[in-house]
């Protein structure tokens, strides 16, 4: 049981650059999430998805997209990068009770944009 | 709407110190309050939760009690050891309007460095 996987672990971007975070859980979960971490903040909400074929923003969806074609994947997509988007990107999936029910978390992808 | 606000940190502990790092929150609804934690290289994970005032969470010798009056889930620990360095988040999934998508804001986090 691998839990959430993410891909690459990390990544370096040239500006207008773009490209896909690749995130999966094999828990049968149908809650996911990707955060964004800077440097001495909390985590903040880009996008969620509460099943396959449904998604929606979060705190700050601004130059990212997000599908979600199966229960297991939830990729992340960078159109045109910016170095405003240099930072640490955790998917995690929840299970059945989104009331009060932990968060699994991925191990993260670091990525720069220059 | 919802934020949660965690003590300045870095925080710098000798082994087997008392900790605590204060975590207060401003919800709508009824929120669950959670801490996480994350390990160098790792990812975050759940270190203990609340569901409801007064509900106290507890694991691996850490605590924090929901306190509603203070909006407080403030976390203990009575004696620390070299294995707890790590950055700790508070986190808070409220149920505004009668949904709840488990989304979570989190505080800015608190590195704690226990030394021997």
């Known amino acids: 049981n691998a839990g959430v996987t993410q891909t690459p672990k990390f990544r370096i971007l040239k500006i207008g650059q773009s490209m896909t975070l690749q995130c999966t859980q094999d828990?049968?979960?149908?809650?996911m999430y990707w955060y964004r971490q800077d440097p001495g903040m909390g985590l903040k909400l880009i996008y969620y998805?509460?099943?396959?074929?449904?998604?929606d923003k979060g705190e700050v969806p601004n130059g990212y997209n997000v599908s979600r074609s199966t229960t297991e994947d939830f990729p992340l997509r960078l159109e045109l990068a910016a170095p405003s988007q240099t930072s640490v990107y955790f998917c995690?999936?929840?299970?059945?009770?989104?009331?009060?029910?932990?968060?699994?978390f991925g191990p993260g992808t670091r990525l720069t944009v220059t | 709407g919802n934020s949660v606000t965690q003590m300045e940190g870095p925080v710098t502990l000798s082994e087997e110190a008392f900790l605590t790092i204060n975590c207060t929150y401003t919800?709508?609804?009824?929120?669950?309050l959670f801490w996480y934690v994350q390990y160098p290289g790792e990812g975050l994970q759940l270190l203990l939760k609340?569901?409801?005032?007064?509900d106290k969470g507890s694991n691996k010798g850490f605590e924090a009690t929901y306190r509603k009056e203070t909006t407080s889930f403030h976390l203990e620990k009575g004696s620390v050891q070299v294995s707890d360095s790590a950055v700790y988040f508070c986190?808070?999934?409220?149920?505004?309007?009668?949904?709840?998508?488990?989304?979570?804001?989190f505080g800015q986090g608190t590195i704690l460095t226990v030394h021997p």
């Open positions: 995690a999936s929840l299970g059945d009770s989104p009331w009060g029910g932990e968060q699994y």
């Open positions: 828990m049968n979960h149908n809650y």
């Open positions: 998805s509460v099943g396959a074929g449904i998604t």
């Open positions: 919800a709508t609804g009824y929120p669950s």
């Open positions: 609340a569901t409801k005032a007064d």
């Open positions: 986190a808070l999934s409220s149920n505004a309007g009668g949904t709840s998508y488990g989304k979570l804001t």
